[in-house]
């Protein structure tokens, strides 16, 4: 079994400010990370994954991520956000050799001017 | 590119109404499964297939029936709705497994109140 934790449920920051997701996982096998984004009133769409490799994985829209194993993190970073970044934005894991994903609950970014 | 198409994306429904929920790709993916969204909790597993004729249960399968009678279609069944089921539901596909680095592909969502 795995499990998701974002630790933040709203993160309200300026715009052209940086911004960091926090998410943790637990998980008792190997898994694969995603970050998706979800804007108002539409579908997920994929920002980023980390399957293997280098643990700095870039995605759409000028976000990155880290995998941090001994912490079992995998934080969604950004240096500079606009408005048009307002949006939830849910952190997911894989066990290997599936194609479900355990969601977290979810980050409400809000980019005020 | 059609990609993921659920239907209908709103629906009301009276409480012990049944309904089916139908999501196609056109994409030829072997995965398909349904997540249900409700505020505050994410985005939860009701049913997924990995492949025609082979379904098997998630997190939260109570009160859901699902069938894959062919690669594309893999509609969601509601037998006896209940106002617990009011959420948004969302349909995913995807080639393969995840280990092979193929996305996971969401459709638009199906918004269902029941009354």
Known sequence: ?113 | NAGVTQTPKFQVLKTGQSMTLQCAQDMNHEYMSWYRQDPGMGLRLIHYSVGAGITDQGEVPNGYNVSRSTTEDFPLRLLSAAPSQTSVYFCASSKSRTSSGNTIYFGEGSWLTVV
Request: hydrophobic share 35%; proline share 4%.
């Open chain 1, 1 to 113: 079994a795995q499990s998701v934790t974002q630790l933040d449920s709203q993160v309200p920051v300026f715009e052209e400010a940086p911004v960091e997701l926090r998410c943790n996982y637990s998980s008792s096998v190997s898994v694969y990370l995603f970050w998706y984004v979800q804007y108002p009133n539409q579908g997920l769409q994929l920002l980023l994954k980390y399957l293997s490799g280098s643990t700095l994985v870039k995605g759409i829209n000028g976000f990155e991520a880290e995998f941090n194993k001994s912490q079992t993190s995998f934080h969604l970073r950004k240096p500079s956000v606009h408005i048009s970044d307002t949006a939830e934005y849910f952190c997911a894991v894989s066990d290997k050799g599936y194609s479900t994903l355990t969601f977290g609950k979810g980050t409400m970014l809000l980019v005020s001017p």
